[in-house]
């Protein structure tokens, strides 16, 4: 890969002449090296040897046989190719970009929400201030706006709406109230079309929010599902996101996933000589909340240590399950527990040693279910595949067959012919010539209707 990048650079790009040696020199060292460690032959690289390397490749396609200076490009072409999906190693399985984009995607969202929402309250409070006061939740809010409308408008009828909306009868009642007494300033038809347009705007996104924050959810529980089970999956998500990649929080050490998203107040306690922040994004955790103020540092330092152990099965093992994830979330309860009472917690060894059986279980019980899947896609496609050959079968009889019954008719016909006249005891030449001419028009007529009958037939088929 890295000699082709090189070739590729030499052969495509105008490059100046003592860069092209320094590349030259690079990638002969790196080709010596990798001999040296594979086959243990002892290589030289520099001097004359980049000069005949040099020669060796700008003219690889006159020296080989049957190599074309084309072929030769193609074959470097596709060198690029592998050598660029070696790089991504894109795995199907577990795709933790789609995470990132996701959890990056709902944040927005949640700024964007709560922006619009902002503007909505602002807008219709002119013409119903009071609503603000009675209804603090913004979705609710928008949906309320919506549904009122002009506020004079709002009847007992409308009490059953308000309250499927708001969910309490009291803050309907609350909100009818309101609206008769209301100070606010008359509205023109117009305007609330618009306010009411741009508040549907802000609850369809609301609804995207919730439907996004459920495949944020399906996805971690399929990519990190321990991560997901030991922290939460908007917090996991987070700290996959700020990491890059699962496989690089995974090699994270727990010291640094402890202080993740907060980068900015370490680099400034190392500067100020301050205190160093003892959280980062795992703030966000309940554990944390849970903790008495002077526990908080000591029980982010051992959640963060169970997230690196979390990440890191979900990394690397084979299929992932959620058991690791809960027996390390019951080990941080304990230790709140102990933080807080003094009851001593299980050991570690102990609590890995029942998840280690637990996860065997279920990894086997998802091993019989994905067997099961592939048999009956076995079984699906051999049905499939015997449809298939058997209606080929009987198109091809009925092809034969018409062909058959042609050949048969044929020689019914003829004996009928020949049979006639010896029954009647009469000979061709015997009869009378109007005869003989009716008896050939009809014979030509049959003929013509079988032929139609046949073609009818052959069309159908």
Known sequence: G?????????????????????????????????????????CQTGGVVA????????????????????????????????????????????????????????????????????RVREWYGYHFPELIKIVSENYTYCRLAKFIGNRKELSEESLEGLEEIVMDSAKAQAILEASRSSMGMDISPLDLINIESFSSR?????????????????????????????????????????????????????????????????????????????YGLIFHSTFIGRAAAKNKGRISRYLANKCTIASRIDCFSEV????????????????????????????????????????SEVVAEVKRKQEKKEKKKKKREKR????????????????????????????????ETDSEPEENGLEEEALPKKKRKLMVEADEEEEKKKKKKKKKEKARD
Do not use: C, W
């Open 320 to 359: 992932p399950t959620s058991v690791f994830g809960d027996k390390l979330r019951e080990q941080v309860e304990e230790r709140l527990a102990f933080y807080e009472t003094g009851e001593p917690p299980r050991k570690n060894l102990e609590v890995m040693k029942e998840a280690v059986v637990e996860a």
């Open 2 to 42: 890295i000699l082709h990048e090189d070739l590729r650079l030499l052969l495509e790009t105008s490059m100046p002449a003592k860069k092209k040696k320094a590349l030259l020199g690079v990638a002969d060292a790196k080709i010596g090296a990798a001999i040296l460690e594979e086959l243990g032959y002892q």
């Open 51 to 118: 000069e005949i390397l040099r020669g060796i490749r700008l003219h690889f396609h006159a020296l080989v046989k049957g190599l074309t200076a084309q072929s030769a490009s193609k074959a470097q072409l596709g060198l690029g190719h592998s050598y660029s999906r070696a790089k991504v190693k894109f795995n199907v399985n577990r795709v933790d970009n789609m995470i990132i984009q996701s959890i990056s995607l709902l944040d927005q969202l949640d700024k964007d929400i709560n922006t619009f929402s902002m």
């Open 202 to 278: 802000v609850i369809s996104l609301s609804e995207y929010r919730k439907g996004l924050q459920e495949y944020l959810r399906s996805k971690m529980s399929q990519v990190a599902p321990s991560l997901s089970a030991l922290i939460g999956e908007v917090v996991g998500a987070r700290l996959i996101s700020h990491a890059g990649s699962l496989t690089n929080l995974a090699k994270y050490p727990a010291s640094t996933v402890q202080i993740l998203g907060a980068e900015k107040a370490l680099f400034r306690a190392l500067k100020t000589r301050g205190n160093t922040p003892k």
């Open 384 to 415: 499939r595949l015997e449809a298939l050959a058997a209606a080929a079968e009987e198109v091809e009889e009925n092809d034969i067959e018409p062909k058959k019954k042609k050949k048969k008719k044929k020689q019914q016909q003829e004996p």
